[in-house]
Nanobody, 124 residues
Framework: QVQLVESGGGLVQAGGSLRLSCTASGLRFSRNAMGWFRQAPGKERAFVAA????????YYADSVKGRFTISRDNAKNTVYLQMHSLKPEDTAVYYC?????????????????WGLGTQVTVSS
């Protein structure tokens, strides 16, 4: 069965950095668009970043542009989210997602698979 396993979350001070990883199994990783979403306490899940199967095309939420970078290594079946200049408002559970179409994934029209999430906490 398909599994998406996130790692790399934790507690960091404002201004710090973290790198999240999501390793996939059970799917043709190199043929899937991948994305990161987050859900803060009391808020709905929100799009953070997405990347095409080739890695050529990326999208970011306005709130993270210039601070976060999404990338992927198809040989390792892994997608990354490098986060810099973290702010307390970045505190959330971060979820990895896979979808067959990049636009449908980033707009949450269709997401085929979800990970269980990893907690990121940014202290002020």
């Amino acid at each position: 069965q398909v599994q998406l396993v996130e790692s790399g979350g934790g507690l960091v001070q404002a201004g710090g950095s973290l790198r999240l990883s999501c390793t996939a199994s059970g799917l043709r990783f190199s043929r899937n668009a991948m994305g990161w979403f987050r859900q803060a306490p009391g808020k709905e899940r929100a799009f953070v970043a997405a990347i095409s199967w080739s890695g050529v095309t990326t999208y970011y939420a306005d709130s993270v542009k210039g601070r976060f970078t999404i990338s992927r290594d198809n040989a390792k079946n892994t997608v990354y989210l490098q986060m810099h200049s973290l702010k307390p408002e970045d505190t959330a559970v971060y979820y990895c997602a896979a979808g067959s179409r990049l636009d449908e994934l980033r707009l949450e029209v269709r997401t085929d698979y979800w990970g269980l999430g990893t907690q990121v906490t940014v202290s002020s």
